[in-house]
Structures are given as structure tokens and as C-alpha cells.
T-cell receptor, first 114, second 112 residues
Framework: EAGVAQSPRYKIIEKRQSVAFWCNPI?????LYWYQQILGQGPKLLIQ????????DSQLPKDRFSAERLKGVDSTLKIQPAKLEDSAVYLC????????????FGPGTRLTVL | GQQVMQIPQYQHVQEGEDFTTYCNSS?????IQWYKQRPGGHPVFLIQ?????EVKKQKRLTFQFGEAKKNSSLHITATQTTDVGTYFC????????????FGKGTLLTVNP
């Protein structure tokens, strides 16, 4: 069974530039999560989708971050414009059902903002 | 909001020694999950605890959920070099606070 796919794996941009990350969850997984993991910290939930609807985006900085999950399958996370403090690993995870199900994480995208 | 704290932040042991990491929540939890993240890797699900006072074992790993469902622990018996990594607890709040919050993790290093 294929795991969660993410691209790109690495991205370096300058502050005020835009960047987008892509995630393809495990086939059949209804729930998709985007996390931000800053070095030395635990993952911080940015947004949770159930199929193509948003369940929780309370910690998403909506002035600069946006995410969509069209057709309830793959998803994109965008940052526009990026700030230095956005440097982190962005992890995508998926699960069969809502919170309480095992989450399967992708390899992540390491973003460096200069 | 809900906070999940983990201690210690780091733990270095000799191979064969035991290891324990503790997780405490500011609010009563519905469930708690544990993940392991190898250096340079992504979190991998280990287990989920749901019931008050629950104890689960996976080979050398023992997981406990407190009676009040506000704390949890992970104990590894006789550590091996393959146990190296960061162990995270992730609490799911109860009632209207049904959100997932990760702790900062405990980094375990093992000296062979």
C-alpha cells in the first residue's frame, strides 16, 4: 500500500515570496491534516479536512496561509507571503476516519525562508 | 486552550537501561496517542489509549493512561539502539475541546 506522498521535499525561498506544498493521502482516507513542525517541537495542527470540508482551521494563520482539498483527495497548502518564522517542516497526514483514528504521516516538506 | 506537556525533553541512556517519558494535559482528554519520530523522519503511530487507567504493552514498550485521563506515560524496558528517536504524545481533548494537540516530545538517545 502506498503511503502519503508529499512534494516538494525541500524548498528554499526568500521572505515575501509565495510557496505551495502538495499532498496525496493514502487511497480511501477521508481525513487529511496539515501540520507545521518547527525544529525541536511537536507537530502543530494547521488544518484538518474531512473529505473536502474543513473540520478545524483554528490554528491556521489565515492572513497568509490557505489550504484546499478539491474533490476530497489530494490537497495543497499555500503560504503567501512567507515570513522568516515560517521556516519549518510541513507534514501532511491522513487517516481513515476523523480524530481518534491512526494518522499516517508523509515525509514532509522542509521549508527554509531566507 | 489545551496544553500538553512532556518531560523530560531529552534522555540519554546506556543500552539495556530503561526509559520513561511522561505526558500531562491541562484538560481531561478523550484519547491519547503516542508517536515515534526517528531522526530526519516523520512521526509513526505507536498506539492509542482511550479508557481511564488503561495499560497496553507492545513488546518492550508499556503505555499507561491515568485514572483522571489527564496524564500518560511510555516506558521502554531494556533500551536498544533501534529505540533512538523522539517520542511524542498527542492528546485529543474531551467534549467541546475535541482537538488534537502534540506535546514537544522526548528525544531518546541510546549509547551502545
Amino acid at each position: 500500500e502506498a503511503g502519503v506522498a508529499q512534494s516538494p521535499r525541500y524548498k528554499i525561498i526568500e521572505k515575501r515570496q509565495s510557496v505551495a506544498f502538495w499532498c496525496n493521502p493514502i487511497s480511501g482516507h477521508a481525513t487529511l491534516y496539515w501540520y507545521q513542525q518547527i525544529l525541536g517541537q511537536g507537530p502543530k495542527l494547521l488544518i484538518q479536512f474531512q473529505n473536502n470540508g474543513v473540520v478545524d482551521d483554528s490554528q491556521l494563520p489565515k492572513d497568509r496561509f490557505s489550504a484546499e482539498r478539491l474533490k476530497g483527495v489530494d490537497s495543497t497548502l499555500k503560504i503567501q507571503p512567507a515570513k522568516l518564522e515560517d521556516s519549518a517542516v510541513y507534514l501532511c497526514a491522513s487517516s481513515l476516519g476523523p480524530l481518534g483514528y491512526e494518522q499516517f504521516f508523509g515525509p514532509g516538506t522542509r521549508l527554509t525562508v531566507l | 486552550g489545551q496544553q500538553v506537556m512532556q518531560i523530560p525533553q531529552y534522555q540519554h541512556v546506556q543500552e539495556g537501561e530503561d526509559f520513561t517519558t511522561y505526558c500531562n494535559s491541562s484538560t481531561t482528554l478523550s484519547n491519547i496517542q503516542w508517536y515515534k519520530q526517528r531522526p530526519g523522519g516523520h512521526p509513526v503511530f505507536l498506539i492509542q489509549l482511550v479508557k481511564s487507567g488503561e495499560v497496553k504493552k507492545q513488546k518492550r514498550l508499556t503505555f499507561q493512561f491515568g485514572e483522571a485521563k489527564k496524564n500518560s506515560s511510555l516506558h521502554i524496558t531494556a533500551t536498544q539502539t533501534t529505540d533512538v528517536g523522539t517520542y511524542f504524545c498527542a492528546g485529543i481533548g474531551g467534549g467541546s475541546n475535541y482537538k488534537l494537540t502534540f506535546g514537544k516530545g522526548t528525544l531518546l538517545t541510546v549509547n551502545p
